[in-house]
T-cell receptor
Framework: EPEVTQTPSHQVTQMGQEVILRCVPISNHLYFYWYRQILGQKVEFLVSFYNNEISEKSEIFDDQFSVERPDGSNFTLKIRSTKLEDSAMYFC????????????FGPGTRLTVT | GENVEQHPSTLSVQEGDSAVIKCTYSDSASNYFPWYKQELGKGPQLIIDIRSNVGEKKDQRIAVTLNKTAKHFSLHITETQPEDSAVYFCAATPFYSSASKIIFGSGTRLSIRP
């Protein structure tokens, strides 16, 4: 069964550094999302992306965050200058086109900012 | 804004017994209600969903019910097994397009006692 994959599984970085989290969507999916989950808390929506544009973003997704799909396969989340409070699990999710409702999640990247 | 409340936060049941998790939502425009299971170190996995045009859906040992008037929806797991132990998240989304964000509940940690 096709799966969403994410790399790396764990990223440790120092405060102020830039990080890029990568996601490979299911091959025929066209809608992409990033969510985050701070340890022990609920999963929170960050951003949705379709046709090379942001469709919607949350208050969390400020100017420090950006997303792109540079090569038609990988979908990336960049945090320009990480803060301690960015430490969380980051999940990529994808949906097929048209009237599909279901979002399929990747295994996540654990980001630790020290 | 949109909010999804979930209860209980933890639930322990004897193997073979039933488990019920309840959620309420605030946005009357919500029309799609997925349930996700998250095992340790993994991403959320869609286990069942229900759309606003039906009141109940069943898939083997799992069933979901929806009361749109009261803005309540519930997950029922019958004949629980050890592998059902996980964190379960309810969620809601106003489905305007395939780029619609999912709003998650706070999660229920389900433990199955042997």
């Amino acid at each position: 069964e096709p799966e969403v994959t994410q790399t790396p599984s764990h990223q440790v970085t120092q405060m102020g550094q830039e990080v890029i989290l990568r996601c490979v969507p299911i091959s025929n999916h066209l809608y992409f999302y990033w969510y985050r989950q701070i340890l022990g808390q609920k999963v929170e929506f960050l951003v949705s992306f379709y046709n090379n544009e942001i469709s919607e973003k949350s208050e969390i997704f400020d100017d420090q965050f950006s997303v792109e799909r540079p090569d038609g396969s990988n979908f990336t989340l960049k945090i320009r200058s990480t803060k301690l409070e960015d430490s969380a699990m980051y999940f990529c999710a994808t949906t097929a086109s048209g009237s599909s409702y279901e979002q399929y999640f990747g295994p996540g990247t654990r980001l630790t900012v020290t | 804004g949109e909010n999804v409340e979930q209860h209980p936060s933890t639930l322990s049941v004897q193997e073979g017994d039933s488990a019920v998790i309840k959620c309420t939502y605030s946005d009357s425009a919500s029309n799609y209600f997925p349930w996700y299971k998250q095992e340790l170190g993994k991403g959320p996995q869609l286990i069942i969903d229900i759309r606003s045009n039906v009141g109940e859906k069943k898939d083997q040992r799992i069933a979901v019910t929806l009361n749109k008037t009261a803005k309540h929806f519930s997950l029922h797991i019958t004949e629980t097994q050890p592998e059902d132990s996980a964190v379960y998240f309810c969620a809601a989304t106003p489905f305007y397009s395939s780029a619609s964000k999912i709003i998650f509940g706070s999660g229920t940690r389900l433990s199955i006692r042997p």
